[in-house]
């Protein structure tokens, strides 16, 4: 087990650490408790159609790994993509995020708002809403009415007519009303590439983000599972239920989820995988059906005399066993771009976490814009799998901000034939819930 050395002479961090089992502790009780009593009340009343609709999804996924992977390469659109080098042409990462749609829900409990292609989104996302009258899902259609494409910081101004390569919806927003007056915060993003990122109430801020599957982690073929279908259905007003079809080289799934928000805001997932072709672990290093992206660049030992300029997303793995054991490790970094990256496996933890442990404001002064001090841990619990596995953590260097450098990847550990029959996937659960 590997020790943390200087940063445990920090009298906050050590308050903070000590704390940090009891946390997590009451976090997952609490989160016991909330989806024993009204997650199941919130299954009880679900109408047989959305049952149906899981089923559905289900036989969609089966059926699209009886095929090959189609892998889906949106044409460049150069006013839209981001810009290359110092060229005036796209929209840049700030740009992209004055796109603010009006919501397509908003009930005053909870809003959800769709995104168009534009930056990193460029996957297609198909989005339906549960209409109660109908009991049935309605599609949420692009109009480019729906997206200020002239607000006045995009720079240049974007043609009159949006190309037609980018009429399409990419991700969703999902936020929730704090109380009377903790106003409107955002809890969910979701988008069409795969990633998710999952927040609890403010302070606390998006930081370390959540992916559908993995494969060739760190490898130039990595494979990113996308997101292709999500049907969103308000169940009461403490729980949102989600269906989704994933899609990726190596397999498809239909997944179940439940979200509810708060200060520690929680998603509990049921996935059928449905493997393409035959898996052999001996070929397949990061084969899995979940990953954490996080970014890790500097912390104290970085630049020893400036204790003011941090930046990560996390700077703590702590992983735990159904014997009651913990394995914790301080996030690392190699001190050279030609450093061999750092795998370590934690074996079948039953659950896991990629923390930010240091919360003083002091240590990011220098960005403090970012809100590092704020950014959201990610615990991953409960886990049940119908296939061994074992928990990873990927390590490797970086010299920016902006890299996805550190990975917690759940790998399936066992050999595996592809389905024949829609009731012969492989089934994954676990609960995803975002603290401080």
Sequence with gaps: MNQIAKRSEDPQLIASRSA????????????????????????????????????????EAFTRSQHPWQALHPEPIEV????EGDGPLGLDFVEYGKLIARPFYDDRVWWLRASPRGNFEKDPLEIWLYQPERHDYEAIRY??????????????PLPDSIPDGAR?????????????????????????????RLTGFPPLGFGTSFRWGVRNVGQPNEDFVKLRKLYLQKLNDRTLRLLGLVDGQAYTAAFVATLQPGDASSLRVT????LRHALRIAQEPSLGPLGLSSMFWKDENATRHDSHDEAHDADLFIAWYPDGQRREQPITIPDDPDDSRRVA??????????????????????????????RTSLLISDIQSSLPYTVRLWQSYTDYEGADNIAVFVRFDQDAEPPV???????FSYTLTAYR
């Design 20 to 59: 940090l089992s009891s946390r997590l502790k009451q976090v997952r009780l609490t989160r016991f408790l909330r989806f024993g009593v009204a997650g199941l009340l919130g299954v009880l009343a679900l109408p047989a159609a959305l049952a149906m609709t899981f089923a559905d999804l289900s036989h």
């Design 421 to 427: 029959s829609a009731e012969d996937g492989i089934t």
């Design 80 to 83: 839209i993509d981001p810009p």
């Design 168 to 196: 399409y919806l990419s991700a969703v927003d999902i936020g929730f009303q704090r109380g009377n007056s903790g106003g409107w915060p955002q809890i969910v993003h979701l988008g069409g590439n795969g990633y998710v």
């Design 143 to 156: 109009r480019a009415t729906d997206f200020p494409y002239r607000h006045p910081a995009i720079r240049p």
């Design 345 to 374: 496996d934690f074996g079948a933890a039953s659950d896991f976490a990629l923390i930010q442990a240091d919360r003083s404001p002091a240590h990011y002064q220098r960005y403090e814009v970012a809100g590092y001090a704020n």
């Design 271 to 274: 996935m059928k995988i449905f």
